[in-house]
């Protein structure tokens, strides 16, 4: 029989029967997989589990995956300590405010080196770029700091770092690769000037990237402990003083003023548990934020950045 | 200098428009440059001028600028001391083992995942996996230090139930410290390090999956002789970048896990020139400028020479 009529007779390639080989090549791919998301989950699993046990069975290492003699105590325990608010508070604070300070900078950089005929386009990418590959290092910008009087102030926790290259790069990539050149020219055309484009037509058509590189410079801040380590004495203007309270175990030295002596051994017996409702309170807005943009990860966005 | 007159750009058509003209065309755009260019000269290339501290020594009464020239004195200074054998070798020790254990797994990952039938599993195990790399270091390490704790920790527990004893404490051991910290790495990065391999997968030609399939290749075959060679020039790319920073080691990670036990395995480059730049009693300003430069000129060194082989032998680079 003709080729042709051979291969017209084979079976959809949904329906075709698995070869011996590739059933044995499927079911390790899906036990490594889910073996290995499995043990990412673990771990967040006990911790969240731990948080919502009783100090006792957090101490003594009893909760291995659901919670061990329920309890919401430790949650209690932290909304009572109040000098973690205002580290909350800063965090929050700091995350919106530099955010905010960088995506604008980054889109109006963007935007400017996504424009094909730019003169001196190279240049200006290179002088981008290259702060990528070198800095001045630890102490020219400890002392940058010192004296432009930022030490101590809320500007050090937002104004520095405004534009990650990486950042940049991915959102010029788009600019450049999403909208299409017969929209700018038919701009031109209408006499739209650049500003406007940028504002009325570029912007709205750019929520994936912004709303990416808005998670990326959120988690940024959120998780940010060195600035403040190294340029804030001031208590009052640290955020989340996790390293404190998880590292150095010096809440414990905090609470211990304000309390009577039956309180404060009891809350030593709580010290892992309450590290545990810390933490649990430190991620969760993050966890929470983040599936949301997820699907605009994978394909365009990322593929975007490395070609560019 | 030349002259601004002839220098002339073709416009479509063949018109030609002159340089100045263009940029008074564009003057909008420049605007938009302006405050990032600001920002980046004095946040980004104004420090660069404070490397010259590295060649001078400290006056405070002069400043930066004032200080006295000494010339390499700092470098010889530091490469004479007992530190810079010791925290040389643990930054590289630290870099190599990353790069040897972590660098595959994403890539691994991104092609088991890439032939998963089920996509809403996938899209399942993509939400899960990204989730350690939107926690913060010093959670990472918390969590580390809570469940490595030989007596309250999963650790404990698991080694007492299956040894009936409660293990050594590993988080003051400086042996066990790189394996900690390379590993408790992976956990956290493989699965956004793969999110790029995706990509690379995603963009794979159908059609070459259906001739091998004609041709007689077994699932596993397509893998191996398409989507590797696919994933090769990323690789290569990921490989460069990650070369280019084998001398730094984050100095956020390290000083947190870091403690007095630990610390012959543990001061890489970074957390040094900290200690000696801000935390001494007497800070040495040029002398950690000297040793973060030493490191940044390795990495632009290094880089640039990846780059420049993976060039000649992969034809595929970064530039």
Known sequence: MPEAVIRAMRPLKNK???????????????TIVLLLTLLVLYPLIVVVSSSFSSGQAVTNGRVIFLPVEFSIESYKRVYEYTVIWTGYRNTIFYTVAGTLWNVCMTTCAAFALSRPKLPGRGWLTFLFAFTALFNGGLIPNFLLMRDLNFLNTIWVMIIPGAISVYNMIITRTFFQNSIPAELSEAAVVDGCSDSRFFFAILLPLSKAVLAVITLFYSVGHWNAYFAAMIYLTNRGLWPLFLREILIMNQFSAEMLTTLSDEEILKLQGMSDLLKYAFIVIATVPILCIYPFIQKYFAKGVMIGSLKG | MKDPSLMTARLAGGR???????????????????????????????????????????DYKKGIWGSPWVGFEQFTKFFNSH???????????????????????????????????????????????????????????GMLFQIMNSRSGLYGTFSRLLTGTYPRDVLGSATAFVHLYVWSGIWQGFGWGSIIYLAALSSVNPELYEAAEIDGASRFQRVFHIDIPCLLPTAIIMLILRAGSVMTIGFEKVYLMQNALNLSASEVISTYVYKVGLTAMIPDYPYATAIGLFNSVINLVLIITVNELAKRYGNTSLW
């Open chain 1, 16 to 30: 075709v029967k698995l070869s011996a080989a590739d059933k044995i090549y499927y079911s390790i791919v899906y």
């Open chain 2, 83 to 141: 530190m810079f054998s010791r925290v040389v070798t643990n930054t590289l020790k630290i870099s190599a083992y990353e790069i040897f254990a972590g660098f595959p797994i994403p890539i691994i990952f991104a092609l088991l995942l890439n032939s998963f039938r089920h996509n809403k599993l996938k899209r399942v195990v993509q939400t899960v996996t990204y989730m350690p790399h939107f926690i913060s270091v010093v959670v990472i390490v």
């Open chain 2, 16 to 58: 030609r428009e002159k340089l100045w003209l263009r940029i008074r065309r564009h003057w909008q755009v420049y605007l938009f440059l302006l405050l990032p260019v600001v920002y980046l000269l004095i946040f980004a290339y104004y420090p660069m001028t404070g490397i010259q501290l590295a060649f001078k020594t400290f």
